[in-house]
Nanobody, 119 residues
């Protein structure tokens, strides 16, 4: 079965940190760019960050620049999103996705992991 699974979400206070992981099964994630997206209740899905297949190129939404860091470990077939200085407006369901290139058609999606930032 070809799938992505996110983990690492949870409840954190403002200013705190979380690290999300994205694990692939049934296919080699190394051949794909990895994107992170989020969707808050009542809002449209938005792109958060993306990393190229090699890991050399990364991009971020303006709202998370300087706070979030995307990375990947091709040996472990995983991607990561380190989130620091979290704000209540970061509260959303976070999804990882695989595509041939950042900005390209999304080939695989995970079911999402909830991130809640609240005191």
């Amino acid at each position: 079965q070809l799938q992505l699974v996110e983990s690492g979400g949870g409840l954190v206070q403002p200013g705190g940190s979380l690290r999300l992981s994205c694990a692939a099964s049934g296919f080699t994630l190394n051949y794909y760019a990895i994107g992170w997206f989020r969707q808050a209740p009542g809002k449209e899905r938005e792109g958060v960050s993306c990393i190229s297949r090699s890991g050399v190129t990364t991009n971020y939404a303006d709202s998370v620049k300087g706070r979030f860091t995307i990375s990947r470990d091709n040996a472990k077939n995983r991607g990561y999103l380190q989130m620091n200085s979290l704000k209540p407006e970061d509260t959303a369901v976070y999804y990882c996705a695989a595509s041939w290139a950042c900005g390209g058609a999304l080939e695989y999606w995970g079911p999402g992991t909830q991130v809640t930032v609240s005191s």
